[in-house]
Nanobody, 128 residues
Framework: EVQLQASGGGQVEAGGSLRLSCSVS????????IGWFRQASGTEREALSC????????DYADSVKGRFTISSDNAKQIVYLQMDNLTPEDTAVYYC?????????????????????WGKGTQVTVSS
């Protein structure tokens, strides 16, 4: 059974930090690109960041570049999203996702609707 389990959301004040985790099972981890999307109320789901597990390549949306850092613990099959200097505009439901067919820029250029595997969302709320 394929499972992506996201955790680590919560409420934080502006300027604070959170670390999201995405635990992956049921898939061949090293063949995946794994990343994060978010969806604020009333908006389209937005691609934030991804990591190619095979080579460790990381990519970021401009909206989070320099503030968010994606990493992976391949032995534990967990991907992390460290989020620093959070602002109220970062408030959203955050989703981890995985797809063996996407890599690098295609994580952002292709529709989120085609991503193969999704975890349940975790709420991040940033207060001013």
């Amino acid at each position: 059974e394929v499972q992506l389990q996201a955790s680590g959301g919560g409420q934080v004040e502006a300027g604070g930090s959170l670390r999201l985790s995405c635990s992956v099972s049921g898939l061949t981890f090293e063949q995946l690109t794994i990343g994060w999307f978010r969806q604020a109320s009333g908006t389209e789901r937005e691609a934030l960041s991804c990591i190619g597990i095979r080579d460790g390549r990381t990519d970021y949306a401009d909206s989070v570049k320099g503030r968010f850092t994606i990493s992976s613990d391949n032995a534990k099959q967990i991907v992390y999203l460290q989020m620093d200097n959070l602002t109220p505009e970062d408030t959203a439901v955050y989703y981890c996702a995985a797809d063996p067919a996407r890599y690098g820029s295609t994580w952002f250029s292709l529709s989120w609707r085609g991503v193969d595997y999704w975890g349940k969302g975790t709420q991040v709320t940033v207060s001013s």
